[in-house]
């Protein structure tokens, strides 16, 4: 079945830029997905990319696909405090299957 | 919509007593998943239901574990009996799918947090 992996933790300064990484195995995968969660809080959808694209804008946030070496990446500029959260990546092949998650920490 | 709510927000129980979890999707969604969030094993997908019909139950640890969907506004997560082991966050979500499998943008809930004495 899929895999889908994650680095578990990303260590950031207020005002930088952070980047997530994730991995996944199914070339098939149609849609991916980023997912942040907040504390004591239940997942929300953040962005999502097509296959079909390699890039995608959101105001602060930047979705990079590449889909020869089954990597994506978020990139969210300018990071605040309040982006401090876990963020889960998600690749829907023929089920959605979520990575383990990046515990991203923005310090002041 | 209220979004998915689940009860309880948090379970304490002890050793060996039989827990149910609640969930109530969004109405007009057509799937539902349970997830488990440990610190040690992270996300895992429980079992998901497509039309109250248990799709894929794969990822439920043991029997001790159960799951219904009745009808298309309820299900439950039944551990009987439970074990400290058991002790994590769960989250039920839903979603709209159209047939083809679970590929669209899931909506979860805040998490039943249950710990297991």
């Known amino acids: 079945g899929e895999d889908v992996e994650q680095s578990l933790f990303l260590s950031v300064r207020e005002g930088d830029s952070s980047v997530i990484n994730c991995t996944y195995t199914?070339?098939?995968?149609?849609?991916l997905y980023w997912y942040k969660q907040e504390p004591g809080a239940g997942l929300q959808l953040l962005t999502y990319i097509f296959s079909n694209m390699d890039m995608k804008q959101d105001q602060r946030l930047t979705v990079l696909l590449n889909k020869k070496d089954k990597h994506l990446s978020l990139r969210i500029a300018d990071t605040q405090t309040g982006d401090s959260a876990i963020y889960f990546c998600a690749a829907a092949g023929n089920k959605l299957t979520f990575g383990g998650g990046t515990r991203v920490l923005v310090k002041p | 919509d209220a979004g998915v709510i689940q009860s309880p927000r948090h379970e304490v129980t002890e050793m060996g007593q039989e827990v149910t979890l609640r969930c109530k999707p969004i109405s007009g969604h057509n799937s539902l998943f349970w997830y488990r969030q440990t610190m040690m094993r992270g996300l895992e997908l429980l079992i998901y239901?497509?039309?109250?019909?248990?799709?894929?139950d794969s990822g439920m640890p043991e029997d001790r574990f159960s799951a219904k969907m009745p009808n298309a506004s309820f299900s439950t997560l039944k551990i009987q009996p439970s074990e400290p082991r058991d002790s994590a966050v769960y989250f039920c979500a839903s979603s709209f799918e159209l047939a083809g499998g679970p590929l669209n943008e899931q909506f979860f809930g805040p998490g039943t947090r249950l710990t297991v004495l």
């Open positions: 239901f497509n039309n109250n019909v248990p799709i894929d």
């Open positions: 199914d070339s098939s995968s149609t849609y």
